[in-house]
């Protein structure tokens, strides 16, 4: 077995492309966390309901649903490097759209617009990243989830100091940042060859759910995600924090993501087993949700829980990730597509669920019920384990 040196030195090895979408990877990723920060604020400078606000993680995630089936068969027509930087720039576009906008109606409408570019970037990225890297696709994936982890983090900041200006101001940023991306893929990532000789079809993600690993780690996702856009999309509103606090405390949130995703999750897998681990961390973040649930009125608790919660989500992203690229005899894209497929659709329902729920009971059973999906999925995980038990004799992808 390598030491644990020499895998970080393998991790940090990588051709000058792979650190290119990386740092696309980076930036793209700051603009989910640009905007968590200054979603009170627009719920009160535009006279929205809570659960007007939280559509505009629900139409973002709904069209990126969608628009995962298609990415492979873009990118098997305009090549790997062309379909990221199309992604970059609808991002670029639709992110300073919505700073311009002046209804809640045109800026979820528009949100719907980034997920389309966001769709076609992450997919294509995480595949890029693996395909380019010298240092295996566990190194690779590492390498991918922290830069999201990365992105994450910083974004809260920067979304608090300048949503603090105006709750324009980050949609402007995320526009200027994906203009930078733009720019440094283009000079950074070579010119492809050529562009794939075998064309991907439409049907491909649909053809590789027949495969019930992916199917299930799909389903699960779709689940599990309940509850991290619970969190993502209305602790904002019961911390009773401004934009400046809600961005730390997202930065916490975001850095214990990016920590775990590289130093813990590797050693849960060796240690313990992909499957396994993965279930631990679900339960133990479904145990934190259930804890705001209880103690929502609490600031402190709720805080404390949103950072927390960090560390399970970064450990479980790189682990499910990792099932996901050895579930299947397909393209990694194709895995990639029909699994974040169904991961976005559980991202696009809790957001405006969350918000409905606290409108027609109160602001607990938001958290309560996303900490019941995510309990589910690890029920869901433990009723098909025999589906994926042909990853943990292979070691992941370790």
């Not at 850095?255 to 775990?260: D, H, R, S, V």
């Not at 993965?278 to 209880?294: K, R, V």
């Amino acid at each position: 077995m390598e030491s644990e040196s020499a895998v970080r030195g393998h991790l940090l090895k990588q051709p000058k492309a792979v650190w290119a979408v990386g740092f696309a990877c980076v930036i793209a990723f700051m603009g989910i966390g640009l905007v968590d920060p200054i979603l009170p604020a627009i719920a009160e400078q535009m006279n929205a309901s809570h659960s007007e606000v939280t559509l505009l993680f629900t139409s973002y995630n709904l069209v990126m649903a969608f628009a995962m089936l298609i990415t492979g068969a873009i990118s098997s027509r305009l090549g790997m490097k062309w379909t990221l930087l199309s992604g970059i720039l609808i991002i670029a576009i639709f992110a300073t759209l919505g700073g311009a906008s002046d209804s809640i109606e045109s800026l979820v409408g528009l949100r719907g617009g980034w997920g389309l570019g966001n769709a076609l970037f992450v997919a294509t990225a995480l595949s890029a990243i693996v395909s380019l890297s010298t240092a295996g696709t566990a190194q690779a994936i590492i390498l991918y989830e922290a830069a999201i982890g990365l992105g994450i983090s910083v974004g809260p900041l920067l979304g608090g100091e300048l949503g603090a200006i105006s709750w324009r101001h980050p949609f402007f940023g995320v526009g200027a940042l994906m203009i930078i991306a733009f720019i440094s893929l283009s000079i950074m990532m070579p010119k492809p060859k050529q562009v794939a000789k075998v064309k991907t079809s439409l049907l491909d993600p649909f053809r590789a759910l027949k495969y019930r690993g992916l199917l299930v780690l799909g389903i699960t996702a779709l689940l599990y995600n309940f509850g991290f856009f619970t969190l993502l999309a209305y602790s904002p509103f019961v911390m009773h924090l401004d934009e400046h606090g809600l961005g730390y405390v997202f930065l916490g949130w975001g850095l214990m993501l990016a920590f775990t995703s590289v130093f813990v999750a590797p050693w849960l897998q060796r240690r313990f087993g992909t499957i396994a681990s993965m279930c631990a961390m679900l339960i133990l973040f479904a145990l934190t949700l259930a804890a705001m649930g209880i103690w929502t009125a609490n600031k402190p608790v709720v805080i404390v829980a949103v950072i927390i919660a960090g560390a399970f989500l970064g450990n479980n992203n790189t682990l499910i990730t990792t099932a996901v690229m050895q579930a299947a005899p397909v393209e990694r894209s194709t895995a990639s597509a029909a699994y974040s497929f169904l991961r976005f659709l559980g991202g696009a329902v809790a957001p405006w669920l969350a918000g409905k729920l606290a409108e027609w009971y109160n602001p607990h059973v938001p958290f309560i019920v996303g900490g019941a999906f995510v309990l589910l999925s690890v029920l869901f995980v433990i009723a098909n384990r025999k589906h994926l038990a042909h990853i943990d004799r292979t070691g992941g992808a370790h």
